[in-house]
């Protein structure tokens, strides 16, 4: 199965910037707990831009001044499963949810995180208990999360209903987006296909995955042309990506 962009929503939203410029000297007169999230701020612009080394020193800086902020411990947890520490992950998001039962942020990340391990009614759970909360005023990120875990366990009717909600919710979501387009191809809606490219090129760009799709789908409609730029652009873009190779083994058959 391809790979998929999920939508881990997380805390950076709140997180980010801020704090990054102040000077020195105020910083001196910080109490822990602000330095704290001071620290929990920049490791989270640091997660984000995928400066990895620097946002865990900074994260493991904030956890240090204070163990009992949740939101730091759920962006440690992202970190380690950006470096594929697994059982890091889970321990550090069972201690954010341990402190913070109400969390959807939490719950959204936590149950993405066990659906990609195969704990598929845990995560099921999590997420609809995130996508319920009267506080998440950002559904789509659990429903984005919810249907790609039911698309794992090849049940994409509910799969599709959970990305038709998130884009009823955030209509530019650009996950959800690339899902829905993936999931017309497979059905065979071509047209449809199409049209969530479009959506989705309004938002975001291209990833090997979406030209694969486009490439497929501009073949499946006859248009040859168009297929073919499709198919230079994937090459050319990313001539490493397996879906590279697929379009190279598809031409030449």
Same mark, same amino acid.
């Given at each position: 199965?391809?790979?998929?962009?999920?939508a881990?929503?997380?805390l950076l939203?709140?997180l980010?910037?801020?704090?990054?410029g102040?000077?020195?000297?105020t910083?001196?007169t910080?109490?822990n707990?602000?330095?704290a999230?001071?620290?929990?701020q920049m490791?989270?612009?640091?997660?984000?831009?995928?400066?990895l080394?620097v946002?865990k020193?900074?994260l493991?800086?904030?956890?240090?001044?204070d163990?009992?902020?949740p939101?730091?411990?759920?962006?440690l947890a992202?970190?380690?499963?950006r470096?594929?520490q697994?059982?890091?992950?889970?321990?550090?998001?069972q201690?954010a949810l341990?402190?913070?039962?109400?969390?959807?942020?939490?719950?959204?990340?936590?149950g993405?995180?066990?659906?990609e391990?195969?704990?598929?009614d845990?995560g099921v759970?999590?997420?609809?208990?995130?996508m319920?909360?009267?506080?998440?005023?950002?559904p789509w990120f659990?429903?984005?999360?919810l249907?790609?875990?039911?698309a794992?366990?090849?049940?994409m009717?509910?799969?599709?209903? +959970?990305f038709? *909600?998130?884009l009823? $919710?955030? &209509?530019d979501y650009?996950? @959800?987006?690339?899902e829905?387009q993936?999931i /017309?191809?497979q059905?065979?809606?071509f047209?449809?296909?199409?049209?969530?490219l479009?959506r989705y090129?309004?938002?975001a760009?291209?990833?090997?995955?979406?030209?694969?799709?486009?490439?497929q789908?501009?073949?499946?409609?006859?248009?040859?042309?168009?297929?073919e730029e +499709?198919?230079? *652009?994937?090459?050319s $873009?990313? &001539?490493?990506?397996k879906? @590279?190779?697929q379009?190279?083994?598809?031409? /030449?058959k």
């Amino acid at each position: 199965m391809a790979n998929r962009r999920t939508a881990r929503g997380l805390l950076l939203i709140s997180l980010l910037l801020g704090a990054c410029g102040l000077l020195p000297e105020t910083r001196d007169t910080m109490s822990n707990a602000e330095k704290a999230k001071l620290n929990l701020q920049m490791g989270a612009r640091y997660l984000d831009m995928g400066m990895l080394e620097v946002a865990k020193e900074k994260l493991e800086t904030a956890v240090r001044l204070d163990s009992s902020n949740p939101e730091t411990h759920n962006a440690l947890a992202v970190f380690y499963e950006r470096i594929k520490q697994t059982e890091a992950a889970s321990d550090s998001y069972q201690t954010a949810l341990s402190k913070d039962s109400d969390n959807f942020s939490i719950k959204n990340n936590y149950g993405r995180f066990l659906c990609e391990q195969g704990k598929f009614d845990k995560g099921v759970a999590l997420l609809q208990e995130s996508m319920a909360s009267p506080m998440n005023s950002r559904p789509w990120f659990a429903l984005t999360n919810l249907g790609v875990c039911h698309a794992k366990q090849n049940d994409m009717q509910r799969a599709e209903e +959970y990305f038709r *909600q998130a884009l009823q $919710s955030q &209509p530019d979501y650009s996950p @959800a987006l690339q899902e829905m387009q993936r999931i /017309s191809y497979q059905n065979g809606q071509f047209m449809s296909a199409r049209a969530f490219l479009e959506r989705y090129l309004g938002v975001a760009k291209h990833t090997p995955e979406t030209l694969w799709i486009a490439f497929q789908t501009e073949r499946a409609l006859g248009n040859s042309k168009i297929s073919e730029e +499709y198919r230079e *652009q994937l090459i050319s $873009s990313f &001539p490493a990506s397996k879906e @590279a190779q697929q379009v190279k083994t598809a031409i /030449s058959k």
